[in-house]
């Protein structure tokens, strides 16, 4: 009986068992309530972010086409506006697909959206393409007032197909060399090339370009490796700092054998030297690309002065206009013109020794001058020097001041500190100020939307006159007076 009863129970208790492990693995109520809410939540997320990821992408793309063709876009000025019209293109047509599968009117409304948003960008970067390629017809189809401002721009290009043209008619006065525009040369076919359009000018009865360099040597060789790198100026002088007279013929030296390689291409300017005086401020980490501690000669002006003197005249010596710049110093600026704006407050003694190397190496060498985009708020406080009326008519051109009757060239245009307000507000000040070549070498295409704006300010008096006819004069005099022509003593080739 024991045993019966003992075989019962175990049957009992095997069957409770049984029945409790098929509860604890069948379906639960509250469970099914969990799992159905982790389903939902992974559903909402995985509808929510690829909506998240297209909003986003398209508010990238409509900030992009606001400022389309900008310079810091140019390494993808091929891709821009396909890629933008690419892309408003596709998530329109995505948004319609949505829109017909939705059901209801709600699920319909964010379809709508999208597709608008998407329409939007498109009418924007079709608008901003249209006015661009508008201005460059403008350019293009010429005119007086084209021309007449015209000869006031140095611009960069991709290949000398696309500045021939614009030098043949007079719609550029120079044209700016780096290694990216002269990719496969050598120093017999760029030759080749320049002698060609200087003698197009010729025959066109325009006088000669400026054929412009940056080759200060150094970190800033924009023509090398076509020509041989040299040292800076900067490393001469501490080279041979204990001996003025060695320093200077060796200045004089390194100009003569860079101004004869540079004359040899048919460059007849060189934005060289670099006459800003290296103070204990310079070299900020926000400076990343002027590096004036880097470029600088010396802190002691005196140095600064004989170096860059002697230099420009080896430079002369072999028919190579020298450019002092960046006036009015950098040396104390904290922020980098080329990418936002920067000020620079001094005092008179400080003003007095910072100038000091330009007005004297201008005045032995017969260097032209580049004004850099920092904003002297003692002076003028509403526009960077160089686009400053007070700074340039006032001091610079003025008899009771420094009486510089020699070429005045912005920085480039393509610079964020002055890019900013707009590059064809820009040239209209500069040149309403006096300045006489107007640089647009990063970005080429930026050329048109300067000279189409200030040919424009122009022709509604926005650019005086009188200054700019001075102007004019003064680049006709240069010419008629220089040496420094391609192949011969009148500028004109033969």
């Not at 933008?84 to 596709?90: E, H, K, M, P």
């Not at 990719?183 to 320049?194: F, P, Q, Y």
């Not at 509403?382 to 006032?394: G, N």
């Not at 007076?481 to 192949?487: K, L």
Request: charged share 25%; net charge positive; proline share 5%.
């Amino acid at each position: 009986m024991k045993r019966r009863d003992l075989l019962k129970t175990y049957r009992v208790l095997e069957s409770f068992n049984t029945a409790l492990a098929m509860e604890g693995n069948g379906p639960h109520p509250q469970g099914q309530k969990e799992e159905a809410g982790v389903k939902k939540q992974r559903l909402s997320v995985s509808r929510f972010l690829p909506r998240l990821v297209f909003w986003l992408l398209l508010c990238a793309a409509a900030y992009v086409a606001c400022f389309l063709k900008h310079p810091l876009l140019y390494g993808w000025r091929a891709l821009e506006t396909p890629a933008l019209l690419a892309i408003a293109g596709l998530g329109m047509w995505r948004a319609l697909e949505q829109h017909k599968r939705a059901g209801c009117r709600w699920q319909k409304l964010e379809p709508s959206l999208r597709c608008l948003a998407c329409l939007a960008v498109l009418f924007l970067v079709a608008g901003q393409e249209g006015r661009f390629r508008w201005q460059q017809y403008q350019v293009l189809k010429g005119g007086v007032a084209m021309e007449r401002m015209g000869r006031h721009f140095v611009v960069g290009f991709r290949s000398f197909d696309e500045v021939t043209p614009l030098a043949e008619r007079g719609l550029i006065g120079g044209i700016y060399l780096t290694r990216r525009n002269l990719k496969g040369e050598t120093v017999a076919s760029l030759r080749a090339r320049i002698d060609a359009i200087q003698a197009r000018r010729h025959h066109a009865g325009l006088p000669p370009l400026f054929v412009m360099a940056d080759q200060e040597g150094g970190a800033v060789s924009h023509l090398s490796p076509l020509l041989a790198p040299m040292p800076s100026l900067a490393s001469l002088a501490r080279m041979y700092s204990g001996s003025p007279e060695t320093l200077e013929s060796r200045a004089r030296a390194h100009g003569e054998t860079q101004g004869k390689s540079l004359a040899q291409l048919g460059v007849n300017m060189n934005l060289s030297p670099v006459v800003d005086l290296k103070h204990a401020s310079s070299g900020s980490w926000r400076d990343r690309h002027s590096r004036i501690a880097e470029r600088a000669i010396a802190a002691d002006a005196d140095t600064v002065i004989r170096v860059a003197a002697a230099y420009s005249e080896g430079l002369r010596a072999n028919g190579v206009l020298p450019t002092v710049k960046h006036f009015p110093g950098l040396g104390r600026v904290r922020g980098d013109t080329h990418l936002v704006k920067a000020s620079l407050r001094q005092d008179s003694a400080q003003r007095d020794e910072d100038w000091r190397p330009f007005r004297s190496v201008t005045a032995r060498a017969s260097a032209a001058m580049m004004l850099s985009h920092v904003l002297l708020p003692e002076i003028d406080p509403a526009r960077p020097a160089s686009l400053s009326r007070a700074l340039v008519q006032d001091i610079l051109r003025r008899k009771r001041g420094w009486n510089f009757q020699g070429i005045l060239i912005t920085d480039d245009l393509n610079m964020g500190a002055v890019y900013v307000d707009g590059i064809g507000r820009a040239a209209t000040a500069a040149l309403d100020a006096g300045v006489d070549l107007i640089l647009v070498s990063y970005d080429p295409d930026q050329y048109y939307r300067a000279l189409y704006v200030a040919a424009e300010s122009w022709r509604s008096g926005a650019i005086g006159s009188q200054r700019e006819a001075e102007s004019a004069t003064r680049l006709d005099t240069f010419w008629r007076q220089s040496t420094t022509g391609p192949n011969s003593t009148d500028g004109k080739p033969e």
